[in-house]
């Protein structure tokens, strides 16, 4: 006996295809990042339109995850899509201690918030080159000294 599963298509989902299509147009640009400087590409993360590059560098006693990400302002399931919706990019580093389980570094530039996705689309290399500056900037010695401390929860 064979069994055939049949995947349901979400009842959303034709209104999420609709505010990600805009995003699929310039995803050349953001590969191109992604294998130019050694990030990892995810789409949509958390089923929320936008892109996210990420890379993460590990020492003995630390490591730091770095991200460039573009994202949509409004929650997309409560907005009506229009081609003039807000969107923010930002380079940003999280820091950690391997020694510290309670506490880890957040660091953050927004390079562009508030801006429809073609506006941004047109700076996309200038963008990138500015958030990886912004990234090199998150040195561990810069997190610890200047980045944001935040508590990790239900930690032991």
Known sequence: MTLVYQM??????DKFDQFVAPLEK???SWVSFERAWGFTLERNPHRKPGRILRKEVR???HSTRYLIELYLEPCWFDT???????YTFVACAYFELFAEKTV???AATDLIS???LDRIARRLPELFAEGNNALEK???EYMQA???KLSRINVK
């Open 8 to 13: 349901t298509r979400r009842p959303d989902q």
């Open 80 to 86: 009506e899509f229009s081609d003039a919706l807000p």
């Open 114 to 116: 508030g801006q429809p």
């Open 104 to 106: 880890f570094w957040k």
């Open 146 to 148: 200047f980045g944001e």
């Open 138 to 140: 998150f040195t561990p």
């Open 26 to 28: 310039f995803d050349a």
């Open 59 to 61: 020492a003995a006693t």
